[in-house]
């Protein structure tokens, strides 16, 4: 642990004794301690607390309009994912008072008259503990963070590996998710749920993977047994998806199996209707059938934008659900206004 962090660990002080305050910050100053905070106050305890967000509080028990157990009775609520070390410094040396004070969540306890080498030791000990499991938890969270990419990231070249079989850019996915992501921000969703189906949507068609070469790239019109098999896709999908504890993935799974569901029930693979499709994929439904209908694919043209459109409206209360369909052409009246201004 760094000397240097431990010196400028914000530590404050409550104590009612104008002495005992200054005879503590004599010593931290002295030890090189630089960012020492103080009160005889104890009902500036929770302010000063809130304010400062020290790293230790030196704490008095006897003190007038509040003692120290009931100041520590203010503090713990605002500790649940942070404990901050609190050193009682007390003339009160009864058996009773130290137990009080420990089950009431204080990691130590002194009495006074005060040692000072005892006092330093001991507010050295609380700090290390206290930045180690700092230092400890920044880790946890970085190998979280870095698991939770190198997923996404693998995830990502699945849906890809699949997609370069019939799009030999591989950007349609990318593309469906920036759609699908939009349509879910122009329907009020919030913030972290946009970006979940923004993350999620890409991985609609994973499933193709599992499906032979012959019938999905075949230039013609597939015969009812091979569209059988295409449209196992999304089973297929789902089940690679299936039993993760990862929320985007649980909505992966959801987009995989839901998104050539139709608001009139005439989808597969189960042919639900309506609100009983989940709401991702009705989304994505929408984000999918654009960007395909405006990308060329070995069985069919390019559509022109507006035709591709109109095709998304014709189909409102058919195939998709119309609160997504005016999301999306309210998006797509939102791109033609920004193109027109930027002109």
């Known amino acids: 642990m760094s ?12 104590d009612d004794e104008k002495a005992n305050v200054r005879l503590l910050e004599v010593i931290l100053q002295r ?19 809130l304010d400062i967000k020290p790293d230790l509080v030196l704490l008095d028990i006897s003190m007038p309009h509040l003692d120290g157990f009931a100041v520590m009775e203010q503090l713990q609520p605002q500790m649940t994912d942070d404990a901050v070390p609190i050193l009682i410094l007390t003339a009160d040396a009864t058996t009773a008072a130290r137990h009080k004070a420990l089950a009431q ?26 930045f180690h499991n700092v230092l400890l938890e920044q880790k946890v969270r970085e190998r979280t963070q870095e698991l939770e990419t190198a997923q996404l990231e693998t995830l990502q070249r ?40 923004s993350r999620a949507a890409p991985l609609h068609d994973v499933g193709k993977i599992g499906i032979s070469d012959m019938i999905l790239l075949k230039p013609g019109k597939l015969t009812d047994e091979e569209f059988a098999t295409v449209k196992q896709h999304a089973v297929i999908g789902g089940k690679i998806l299936s039993g993760s504890n990862s929320l985007w993935l649980q909505l992966a799974e959801e987009v995989a199996l839901t998104h050539h569901e139709r608001w009139d029930g005439k989808g597969y693979p189960h042919g639900i209707a309506g609100e009983a499709i989940a709401l991702v ?5 929408v984000a999918d059938v654009f960007d395909a209908l405006t990308h060329e694919r070995p069985y069919k043209k390019v ?6 459109v109109a095709e998304i409206q014709s189909q409102s209360g058919r195939q998709f659900d119309p609160r997504v369909v005016d999301a999306f052409l309210l998006m797509q009246a939102q791109d033609d206004g920004e193109a027109l201004v930027a002109r």
């Open 105 to 130: 969540g204080a990691k130590d306890f002194l009495t006074k008259p005060l040692d000072e080498i005892e006092v330093l030791l001991r507010i050295n000990n609380l700090l290390e503990s206290r």
């Open 281 to 285: 994929g009705r989304i994505v439904a």
């Open 3 to 14: 000397n240097i962090m431990l010196k400028q660990a914000k530590i404050l002080i409550v």
């Open 303 to 308: 559509w022109p934008v507006a035709e591709a």
């Open 158 to 197: 699945l849906a890809l590996a699949a997609e370069y079989r019939d799009d030999d850019t591989g950007l349609h996915t990318r593309r469906v998710g920036l759609t699908a992501g939009r349509i879910a921000e122009v329907l009020g969703l919030p913030p972290a749920q946009v970006d979940l189906i």
């Open 31 to 49: 030890e090189g301690y630089t960012a020492v905070h103080s009160s005889t106050d104890a009902r500036q305890a929770l302010p000063l607390f």
